[in-house]
């Protein structure tokens, strides 16, 4: 269970990652630059992680008993910092502040600017050798915290990963839970026609993880996934997480071109709107 930020009921949790999908629109549109799609398509995830499943205390960032958050793709961080003050690590208006001069919100994460992040990133591929040492540290001092690292499915194209992959296996990371946002773009298109990686569930389970996929835009499914996968046992797990990028966004669902592109006024008003509709909705059906 969370330890501060518990959010039990699927609509509840729905409504949250409704109102992370509107701030990231926000902060996006206010800082005039960043990567809109990512963000939004994992908005569930970074949902039912910073508000049901994770083990955290935003008051008390050095908790050695917390479980750790590892972003990967550094790029869609808005989604992250969306997370982080709405659970209570630091003001909600400070969002406003993305990617400006002085600011904390870095536009990839920096570890030493903002507490509560567990890691740098930017460099893609890296995150999961970040967090496959912290999976390893923590069986050797006999923690039981979980590793939660999250990776974008173009990051995967790099040979960095998969060596980090074999040597997460290879020590029986059981701690450590992978999540793949398999959203099918990057910034130069469908993940299929730059590289393909499919059959990536099969890819996976050669590696010897346990492999769980499912709809991530579907919270019941992610609440599901993510308490089966902290069953497993002697080796990592990878959730592939087939997500719709833009998700919430009519314009921008399943368009590669708003991997790193941010709305204009009259975007950000349609988009907002869209959200409010299904908001309603939501709130209609509680």
């Known amino acids: 269970m969370n330890k501060v930020n518990n959010i039990s009921g699927v609509v509840d949790l729905k409504l949250m990652a409704n109102t992370l999908r509107q701030d990231i629109l926000k902060a996006l ?19 039912a ?21 590892v972003l990967s793709n550094g790029h869609i961080c808005p989604v992250l910092y969306a997370a982080m003050a709405h659970a209570g690590y630091f003001p909600v208006k400070e969002l406003m502040t993305l990617r400006k001069f002085g600011g904390r919100l870095h536009g990839h994460p920096h570890n030493e600017a903002l507490p509560g992040l567990e890691n740098s990133s930017g460099p893609l591929g890296q995150g999961i050798s970040i967090a496959a040492g912290m999976a390893l540290a923590a069986k050797m001092k006999s923690q039981e915290h ?13 040979g960095q990963p998969w060596e980090a992959f074999m040597f997460s296996a290879a020590k029986k990371l059981d701690n ?16 299929e026609e730059v590289m393909p990686l499919d059959p990536l569930d099969k890819k996976f389970e050669a590696f010897n993880f346990h ?36 998700k919430g966004v009519s314009f ?10 941010v709305p204009d006024a009259g975007q950000l008003e349609k988009a907002l709107e869209e959200l409010d509709e299904e908001r309603a909705g939501l709130e209609g059906s509680a």
């Open 29 to 47: 549109h206010e800082a005039g630059s960043g990567h809109a799609a990512g963000a939004l398509g994992m908005a569930d995830i970074f949902t």
């Open 211 to 246: 492999v769980i996929e499912i709809d991530g835009n579907d919270m019941a499914a992610v609440l599901s996934a993510l308490a089966d996968a902290k069953k497993v046992t002697g080796k990592p797990v990878c959730i592939i997480a087939n997500t719709v990028p833009g």
């Open 49 to 69: 992680l910073y508000f049901n499943i994770a083990n955290i205390d935003p008051g008390d960032v050095s908790w050695s008993g917390r479980d750790r958050i």
């Open 146 to 158: 979980t590793v939660y690292c999250l990776m974008g499915d173009g990051e995967i194209n790099e």
């Open 252 to 261: 921008m669902e399943r368009k590669h071109e708003w991997h790193g592109k």
């Open 176 to 191: 450590l839970i992978v999540i793949i946002d398999r959203n099918y773009i990057q910034i130069d298109g469908n993940t």
